[in-house]
């Protein structure tokens, strides 16, 4: 037997061995402090930002984490008077075909983690933007006055996971505030005349210029905690923190956490544990200040 043909017999053992025993498997790297992919337990995948990816779309973004991947369209919007306030609404879609895990989900069960990330994405970027400041959305009358019944905005955006191989979070948070960054919204008003919302064009007032409804940016910064050793003898687990997890990495993990900081003061916005017996309280303060550089890098190479 040569050489490839015996590397090749090992690759194919490795491989038999990882899908029987995943968590031994993984336990004989995190033990070296090191991950199946390569990375060291506290690297980050890449992350690559691309604008214009959808040729039928004035703006589109796509976001990727390594191999995870998702993408936003045009942002839509309508003009109501049937509302009471401005509103934001974002959801989040999981093609069966995103990633293994997803494809073996019925309709139900897929369906209740998108329900899961929409809402994430919707807390947090709610938090980024200011729909409510007569400075951002000043909705006029003809004569300058608030007109009755009041106009408001209603935005849409659809998040589409294209390759979901962990820590989707950071990434559909990423590709929103991205694609939102540049977005202007006129300055409108009502023609009592004609019964119509007409535009005020910024070039007659320098004063009614669009502005953008982005107030802050936030990202996240997401860990598991896996076992990297177990004693045979009194069944006790040593564990080690991975950052940016992989799909595989969050299905072992027996805690993941999700940490969003605001780029604006390094206020925590968000901190979510799935499990946290196994944690140190002196552990999560130093991983509070890792999210607070990650977030600050994200918004310096990206933003």
């Not at 989040?92 to 494809?103: D, G």
């Not at 935005?155 to 989707?168: K, P, Q, R, T």
């Not at 064009?201 to 982005?214: D, V």
Request: charged content about 25%; overall charge negative.
């Amino acid at each position: 037997m040569n050489s490839a043909e015996n590397n090749n017999k090992k690759l194919d053992e490795a491989s038999v061995f990882k899908k029987i025993h995943p968590q031994s498997y993984y336990s004989q790297f995190l033990r070296e402090e090191v991950r199946p992919d390569g990375r060291q337990l506290a690297q980050y995948r890449n992350v690559q930002i691309s604008g214009k990816v959808l040729s039928q779309c004035d703006s589109s973004c796509m976001v990727k984490f390594g191999k995870t991947t998702c993408v936003v369209g045009k942002i839509t919007s309508e003009v109501s008077n049937t509302s009471n306030e401005n509103k934001l609404l974002i959801s989040v879609k999981l093609p069966s075909l995103c990633s293994a895990f997803f494809s073996s989900l019925s309709f139900v069960e897929r369906e209740k983690y998108q329900q899961q990330y929409t809402y994430f994405v919707n807390r947090i970027v709610q938090q980024c933007v200011d729909l409510e400041t007569d400075s951002q959305f000043q909705i006029l009358d003809e004569e300058g006055n608030t007109p009755t019944p009041k106009i408001t905005w209603s935005l849409y955006m659809n998040l589409v996971v294209l390759d979901h191989d962990g820590n989707i979070e950071d990434c559909l948070l990423i590709c929103a505030l991205k694609l939102m960054q540049s977005l202007q919204l006129p300055f409108i008003y009502f023609d009592s005349k004609e019964s119509q919302v007409k535009l005020v064009p910024s070039k007659e007032n320098m004063l009614w210029q669009p502005k953008k409804i982005i107030s802050h940016l936030a990202f996240g910064f997401t860990f598991a905690q896996m076992i990297a050793e177990t004693d045979e003898e009194t069944n006790e687990h040593k564990y080690v923190i991975v950052y940016d997890p992989s799909s595989e990495e969050e299905q072992l993990a027996v805690n993941k956490g999700i940490i969003v900081v605001s780029t604006t003061d390094g206020s925590i916005l968000h901190f979510e544990q799935t499990n946290s017996a196994h944690i140190s309280e002196t552990d999560e303060k130093q991983l509070m200040e890792v999210a607070k550089h990650r977030s600050k890098a994200i918004q310096l190479a990206h933003f």
